[in-house]
């Protein structure tokens, strides 16, 4: 299943999703044929670039992990020149190996190879400048897929599998409700953030959990209608409302021993600004609206 152009014009693809370490390299996913026998594209390789990005060329990137191993019906015309897995194109049979779930499926005792099918590659976050946390999911029923496994795998910048991130249940803590795959980090304190529809999660770089705050309990439960975005350079939680269409930002704590007063007090600060914008503001269905605002068409 070769890549296509299906217009005119030139296809000259990069990649998936970047994030940039501290010293401004970036990390990648690149999508691939032939995953489980799908003809679309899907995201499965991990890379990182060594050189910049320029206005006039794109660098080289190179494979750290991969999330499916073997994809199907591969030919030469889906090599990708600008993705090298120890110095040669990614493509047919070349990849990093162990992929990451065969690397789960050996981990977990109780695991099968059928458990990680039709697995689903997240967005990869930096967690410091020689180490990543790549989120991958198990596959999603129309039914419902609460208790699926899912894992939050951690990567070096040489590509080996270093650890994953601890202290979740695959039932009670499970990301599949409300589809919250989302992992936030902020390298400058080595600390990593996951939120989900049942708690407020953070660890260390080592993956030990440091923090769960309960979302039943009534003084966060209003973080279940947010949804986590990432991280500022200051160290700060950006949070979108998923209704509401407002930002809030957590203030970056000391001590993640602190984490809950510091969510505590930055819900209450959101109910009181909320207000006021409202009255201001005046939204219709909570879609903001600036009239004065001059227009500019593109």
């Known amino acids: 299943m070769p890549l296509r152009s299906y217009d005119d014009g030139p296809r000259n693809p990069f990649a998936s999703w970047i994030s940039t370490t501290p010293a401004g390299r970036m990390l990648c996913t690149t999508g691939e044929y032939g995953l489980y026998n799908y003809a679309n594209l899907l995201d499965n390789i991990v890379s990182i670039t060594d050189q910049p990005l320029t206005p006039t060329s794109k660098p080289t990137l190179r494979a750290l992990a991969s999330m499916e191993a073997e994809p199907v019906k591969h030919t030469e015309a889906d090599l990708r020149p600008d993705v090298l897995y120890n110095g040669e194109p990614v493509g047919m049979d070349h990849r990093p ?16 190879r059928w458990d990680w099918r039709n697995a689903r590659l997240g967005r990869p976050a930096v967690v410091r400048e020689d180490l990543f946390v790549v989120p991958i999911f198990g596959h999603i029923f129309r039914g419902g897929s609460r208790g699926q496994r899912f894992a939050f795998v951690l990567v070096s910048d040489k590509g080996e599998i270093v650890g994953q991130l601890g202290g979740m249940h695959l039932y009670r803590d499970s990301p599949f409700t409300g589809f919250c795959f989302e992992i936030a980090a902020d390298p400058a304190r080595e600390r990593i953030y996951h939120l989900n529809r049942y708690g407020l999660f953070a660890w260390t770089a080592t993956g030990v959990r440091a923090q769960r705050l309960d979302l039943e309990d009534k003084r966060y439960k209003l973080l279940k209608h947010f949804r986590l975005m990432d991280c500022s350079p200051a160290g700060e939680l950006i949070l979108v409302h998923r209704t509401q269409h407002l930002m809030l930002r957590l203030p970056c704590p000391t001590s993640l021993g602190d984490l809950g007063q510091v969510v505590e007090n930055a819900l209450r600060s959101y109910a009181k600004e909320r207000t006021l914008l409202k009255r201001q503001w005046q939204p219709v269905n909570w879609h903001w609206t600036d009239s004065t605002a001059p227009l500019r068409r593109l």
């Open 97 to 112: 190996r162990p992929s990451l779930t065969e690397h789960l499926t050996e981990l977990e005792q109780t695991a099968h």
